[in-house]
């Protein structure tokens, strides 16, 4: 038997960050409502999850390539309750820091693991409530608010467990604040324990877990972060008929979809040398087109308002 695993201990080797506890095994995922689209997909993520943040290179080419074709349903999994267990050589907060820089490297995209010794995180339940209260009002919205909410904290080293760090992304991606507040300390917390209550029954132990359904109730499961390869596939033997969307790859049309995007990112939806993506980033932060946000584990570029 394995011994408990602490959440924050991501394993770079299977892309994984889990959860404590639970003998779960993964279930099968039963159609829970009629999906607008052909494949239903369920995400289970959180917000400070270091390997959910890994693989936003490959879900957003997943969205350009097959968003027409797939729904992609957004679910908190709780990965940090509280400090209550010492477990995997982490039993504080500053003892996340180094690993996080860790991950940092292996998946090329930056996150600075000083959050943890400036300004740690007591839990990730009040940003993942944050994003239900966000999705009440928009799903759109709340995606952009979640991918906030993750720079803040991987590259900023802000503190989103803190209300007013939650209420500033909120504002920055267009929700109206009044009514987040509202529903931060009413129904949101309602939908997250139900988030929490369904990763219970489909048996997920950690993030990132996507559960990939068509309208006949065939699955596929990706566990972890992997390669783009293992995402298009689980589409492709569901969808037979599906057909790849071709996307405009200049760096244009890229920032004008994804406001901010690291290297690898660049690399992955460009198709460009990740060497030569650095390169052309910063001639177009020389150039006034993009501002670069530095970390000491990497940069990520954002597109100047005109």
Known sequence: MQEQVNPLLCDIETGMCEIPDEENKVGTYTQMSSPTKAIKVIYFTDPICSSCWG????LRKLK????HFIDIDYRMGGLLPDWSYNSGGISKASDVAHHWDEVSLHYDMPIDGDVWLENPLDSSYPPSIAFKAAQ???NEKAISFLREIREMVFLQKRNIAKKEQLVEAAGKVGLNV???ESDLEGKAKELFLEDLKLAKEMGVRGFPSLFFSDQD???EFVYGTKPYAFYEIAVLKLGSEVNKKEYQKNW???FAKFPTLTAKEFTELSGTPRIESEQILDKLTLTGHLAKISTKNGAMWRLVSK
């Open 217 to 219: 109730g065939q699955t």
């Open 55 to 58: 693989i936003e290179p490959q």
């Open 252 to 254: 244009e049309s890229l």
């Open 136 to 138: 009440i009002q928009d």
């Open 178 to 180: 009044a009514q987040f």
């Open 64 to 67: 350009l390539e097959y968003g």
